[in-house]
């Protein structure tokens, strides 16, 4: 089997900065890498060949391998962008009323907040923030603070799989569950969610599902898509008019043509995913998921203890992927990260949720203890020489 040392070289990234932050913005591998070229290429050699004709055929086939990978209908998925666009299609076709409310958590991301808020707020609808105490417990503490939330306005439950700034995988399967049992329409928020855990959108009870292929499926940026239960998809008008809308030409889907032609655009991105896919596999991803998490997990206490603060779950493969937020005590998160960057070259994010801090790291394969000890050695040496990181007087 081949080593995840190996697997570093394989890589784009800079060997000069210490890249902890692949929750933001993934990394695409060589042979993805190439692969993305060589559709640019094919464009550029006969654009209408490509972008009229036989890219329609590659999408669908896109669309197959993804279907096959997250297991649902090719026909229930379409290509987007980024899930904020995806997101902006579902809650703009809601047809909210006046009063409904859309139950949701503190630990959203905050684009998506944003979105949830500029929606509700035209309908003089209410995106409820339910607050999810942390550290947490259990799965069954957070299903029962979540449900809390719920009366009988609740028209629609919008949720992250793995949160953005607390990097927390949440029991999405159950809360769906429950969704369902409520009457209500499930909406999972799925950007980091492709790649990194598993995903069986058919067991999954969402009536809408985004993921993110370009995190931690490894595809170049601008790849994602929108999974939306059959029953809804005649319901969702796109973001953008352009041919695909009441087409002269439709195909069996009007859901795929509603979203698929938003005008001219290189879609080279989405046709990488067989090969992301395929790339996964060769390297058995399995088991660099598992050494990743391994690596996630086997730390997260050090430093905690080295910041003084407790963890915001059980250290478990339930709660954590391959994220982690070490809550972290500042006053200056603009300045500690210019400092990590600049002087010590390492990319990490200094995350923000409901006025707490942390420092998440991200490990994939290409990631190694080195770079997590490298971590450690600049947060001591930022402890001791600047006021920029505090600790608790009970710890020191
Ligand atoms: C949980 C979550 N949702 C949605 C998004 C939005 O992703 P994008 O900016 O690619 O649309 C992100 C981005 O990191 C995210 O972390």
């Given at each position: 089997?081949?080593?995840?040392?190996?697997?570093?070289?394989?890589?784009?990234?800079?060997?000069?900065?210490?890249?902890?932050?692949?929750?933001?913005?993934?990394?695409?591998?060589?042979?993805?890498?190439?692969?993305?070229?060589?559709?640019?290429?094919?464009?550029?050699?006969?654009?209408?060949?490509?972008?009229?004709?036989?890219?329609?055929?590659?999408?669908?086939?896109?669309?197959?391998?993804?279907?096959?990978?997250?297991?649902?209908?090719?026909?229930?998925?379409?290509?987007?962008?980024?899930?904020?666009?995806?997101?902006?299609?579902?809650?703009?076709?809601?047809?909210?009323?006046?009063?409904?409310?859309?139950?949701?958590?503190?630990?959203?991301?905050?684009?998506?907040?944003?979105?949830?808020?500029?929606?509700?707020?035209?309908?003089?609808?209410?995106?409820?923030?339910?607050?999810?105490?942390?550290?947490?417990?259990?799965?069954?503490?957070?299903i029962?603070?979540?449900?809390?939330?719920?009366?009988?306005?609740?028209?629609?439950?919008?949720?992250?799989?793995?949160?953005?700034?607390?990097?927390?995988?949440?029991?999405v399967?159950?809360?769906?569950?429950?969704?369902?049992?409520?009457?209500?329409?499930?909406i999972?928020?799925?950007?980091?969610?492709?790649?990194?855990?598993?995903?069986?959108?058919?067991?999954?009870?969402?009536?809408?599902?985004?993921?993110?292929?370009?995190?931690?499926?490894?595809t170049?940026k601008?790849?994602?898509?929108?999974?939306?239960?059959?029953?809804?998809?005649?319901?969702?008008?796109?973001?953008?008019?352009?041919?695909?809308?009441?087409?002269?030409?439709?195909?069996?889907?009007?859901?795929?043509?509603?979203?698929q032609?938003?005008?001219?655009?290189?879609?080279?991105?989405?046709?990488?995913?067989?090969?992301?896919?395929?790339?996964?596999?060769?390297?058995?991803?399995?088991?660099?998921?598992?050494?990743?998490?391994?690596?996630?997990?086997e730390?997260?206490?050090?430093?905690?203890?080295?910041?003084?603060?407790?963890?915001?779950?059980?250290?478990?493969?339930?709660?954590?992927?391959?994220?982690?937020?070490?809550?972290?005590?500042?006053?200056?998160?603009?300045?500690?990260?210019?400092?990590?960057?600049?002087?010590?070259?390492?990319?990490?994010?200094?995350?923000?949720?409901?006025?707490?801090?942390?420092?998440?790291?991200?490990?994939?394969?290409?990631?190694?203890?080195?770079?997590?000890d490298?971590?450690?050695?600049?947060?001591?040496?930022?402890?001791s020489?600047?006021?920029?990181?505090?600790?608790?007087?009970?710890?020191?």
């Open positions: 089997m081949k080593t995840l040392a190996h697997l570093k070289s394989q890589f784009l990234l800079n060997p000069d900065i210490t890249y902890l932050n692949f929750g933001s913005f993934g990394a695409c591998p060589k042979p993805i890498f190439e692969n993305y070229l060589n559709w640019q290429y094919e464009l550029e050699t006969e654009p209408v060949q490509f972008i009229a004709i036989n890219g329609l055929v590659y999408m669908k086939q896109a669309r197959q391998a993804l279907a096959e990978y997250i297991n649902c209908d090719s026909d229930d998925l379409v290509f987007v962008p980024n899930p904020t666009h995806a997101f902006n299609i579902v809650a703009r076709n809601l047809n909210l009323n006046e009063g409904d409310e859309i139950l949701s958590t503190n630990l959203e991301y905050g684009a998506m907040d944003r979105t949830w808020k500029y929606y509700c707020g035209l309908h003089k609808a209410q995106y409820i923030r339910q607050p999810i105490s942390l550290p947490i417990q259990s799965k069954e503490e957070i029962e603070q979540f449900f809390k939330g719920y009366t009988v306005n609740t028209r629609a439950i919008f949720i992250s799989h793995i949160t953005s700034s607390t990097g927390l995988v949440l029991p399967n159950e809360i769906c569950d429950k969704a369902k049992e409520l009457g209500l329409i499930t999972v928020d799925g950007a980091h969610a492709p790649g990194h855990v598993m995903l069986d959108l058919k067991q999954l009870k969402a009536d809408f599902y985004t993921g993110a292929c370009h995190k931690w499926m490894l170049p601008g790849s994602s898509f929108l999974y939306a239960h059959k029953k809804y998809q005649n319901d969702l008008d796109p973001l953008i008019i352009s041919w695909g809308y009441e087409s002269d030409n439709p195909s069996a889907s009007r859901f795929i043509d509603y979203h032609f938003n005008g001219t655009r290189d879609f080279s991105a989405y046709l990488t995913i067989p090969k992301a896919i395929e790339f996964m596999n060769e390297n058995n991803w399995d088991d660099v998921r598992s050494k990743c998490r391994k690596l996630v997990n730390n997260a206490v050090r430093f905690c203890d080295l910041l003084g603060t407790q963890p915001i779950s059980p250290i478990t493969d339930e709660f954590l992927g391959q994220l982690f937020s070490i809550p972290i005590l500042t006053s200056e998160p603009e300045q500690l990260y210019k400092l990590l960057f600049n002087k010590y070259k390492i990319e990490i994010p200094v995350t923000r949720g409901n006025g707490r801090f942390y420092l998440r790291y991200s490990i994939n394969a290409f990631n190694s203890q080195a770079d997590l490298t971590l450690y050695s600049a947060l001591s040496e930022i402890i020489a600047t006021s920029l990181l505090q600790i608790p007087p009970s710890k020191k």
